[in-house]
């Protein structure tokens, strides 16, 4: 992804969920996957694809279920 790709999808990102602390990390090198944080916390990966010439954009968040509070027992 170009500079410019990872500043408009950065906004989009920030603009779609009202939230200023996400940022977009540029790949350490062209082969590494595209880290998404909010602040220091890292939520995902960015994936550009291209397609028949249209370009598409693909977040995926990763939950750990450590991460989660507790299960809450169904009645």
């Known amino acids: 992804m170009t500079p410019n790709e990872i500043a408009r999808v950065q906004e989009y990102l920030r603009s779609s969920f009202g939230n200023d602390k996400i ?3 540029p790949p ?5 996957p595209i880290e998404v944080r909010i602040g ?3 939520i ?3 994936y550009r694809d291209e397609e028949e010439g249209e370009v598409s954009y693909t977040l995926s968040i990763s ?5 989660l509070p507790p299960a809450v027992p169904f009645t």
């Not at 350490?28 to 590494?32: E, G, H, R, S, V």
């Not at 939950?63 to 991460?67: F, G, K, M, P």
């Open 23 to 25: 940022a977009i990390d």
């Open 28 to 32: 350490i090198k062209p082969t590494a």
């Open 40 to 42: 220091d916390e890292f």
């Open 44 to 46: 995902g990966t960015l």
């Open 63 to 67: 939950i750990l279920e450590v991460d």
